[in-house]
């Protein structure tokens, strides 16, 4: 930064906490909605075959390095630094270390970009050798073009992570936003696996780096400093060097299914991407959201000392995300098939393609706890600035958990490596809560074992409803996936007020409180 910040980092409320969580969320469903929109485009455009095995797969290297760099984790390993220094330092410490750790970090990713794209033929051959040569090269070519994207995603990176330490979000809620919207208009374009290639590039200059810098102006510019001897910098480094040499299921869990499914046959790849990305929106709206909007809160709290709030905060947070991923889980399986039908079956991608989606994705909704729960429980490690404990446990886990993938993806193909993946990911969940509990003294896992299970009561109900109603209305499939999703929702509301605890009916309390207020202002505005 180029000037000082405007204003002192401070926890947010809990109704500005629920305030970004909600415009975080709105972002996600509209990227979500939007990523549907890509995927049935590149549905209908190319279908489930070699080019869309050879499109995911590209994907692959460049994700590594976003992963070797703590790319995707970037506010979590940057936001407690960044909020302790503002703290005790002052706004120019902070501004120091915000420059040095953009300049260096970025250049490195300029130059371990270029290596990988001068060898990232050699390293398709090494990972997907179950594909044909023509599938490869295609990888390969595809790969080039979006490896130069992660730059931007990992620079712009901590220009977001510096703008919501400051309680600035709409950079973060615009970036998939803009990705997903220029990722369509390169499909869109040419019709071809190449131009959502390109569309990736051209999404992540725009809504992880051009938005990004924009909107940081008001907080004084953006300044380089390359200074990997820094002291500042090697804090930085040692906090974010278990998120570079850490696994975890959330990361390898797509890795194992790409190298693993490549073996299985021509489409498995695509189809397991097909429905892993529905899969995803209620995890990236419900857990994602929740725990990037929380992390500078949390963080904050800790650097002042006030662990009891952290741990009430982080026990409601999770309670709440809990009950709504146990009810998205049985909304996902119950209606897996109209779903699918729905979002791609058009063009290239026909009614045998549903039959073949639709199983994996009815298996992935029980997932969807796991990963929520996960999302939100870990930000209790990291807002206390440990880094190594979760990744440590998560490193353990992903490695241990890798004979299961290939034992079950042998005997039963695409759904053995998505049970795998249930498994694992629930499994990893319960012992990151564990591990809290007994490393922090809280959160409390009985209210949230009580949630879970009043949640799950409630979700299992709806489900069956739905699962009943399916198959009514003869007509569009639309229609009957209407009728099923109303029952399906009627059931959980009504279900959950009548099972659920203080903080179930509190949530569905807060639509119509909200209303409430909104209608007793505007007659207040009124009557003045």
Known sequence: MNGKPSGQAAPLSGRRLGAAALLLAASVMASRLLGFVREMVLAARVGVGASTDAYYAAFQIPDLLNYLLAGGALAIAFTPLYLRTLQSEGEGAAESLFRTVLGTLGALACVLTAALWVYADRLVDLQFAGFDAATRAETVRLTRIVLPSQVFFIAGGIVRAVLMAHGRFAAQAAAPILYNGAIIAGGLLTGTVEGFAWGALVGAVLGNWVYPVYDARKLGGVGFRLAPLDPRFRVYLWGALPLMLGLSLTTVDEWYERVFGAGLGVGVVAALAFARRLMMAPVAVIGQAVA???????????????????????????????????????????????????????????????????????????????????????????????????????????????????ALGERQGAEGLVVAGVIAININALLTLAWARLRFGGPDLGPLLSTGLRSGVAAGLAALVAAGVQGRVAGPVWADALLAGAAFAGVAIAAGWALGDDVMRSGLRAPWSRWQGRKSEGGAHDEA
Do not use: N
């Open 292 to 406: 990037t909007a929380a992390l500078p809160s949390l963080a904050s709290l800790h650097a002042s000392g006030r662990s009891g709030e952290l741990d009430e905060r982080l026990l409601s947070t999770l309670r709440m995300t809990l009950a709504l991923a146990m009810v998205a889980a049985a909304g996902v399986a119950v209606l897996a098939t109209p779903l699918v039908e729905i979002v791609y079956q058009r063009g290239a991608f026909g009614a045998a393609d549903t039959l073949r989606v639709a199983p994996l994705l009815a298996l992935m909704g029980w997932a969807v706890p796991g990963w929520v729960v996960q999302q939100v429980a870990v930000r209790g490690f990291f807002a206390r600035g440990e880094m190594w404990r979760p990744m440590g446990l998560g490193t353990l886990l992903a490695l241990a958990s890798l004979p299961l993938y290939m």
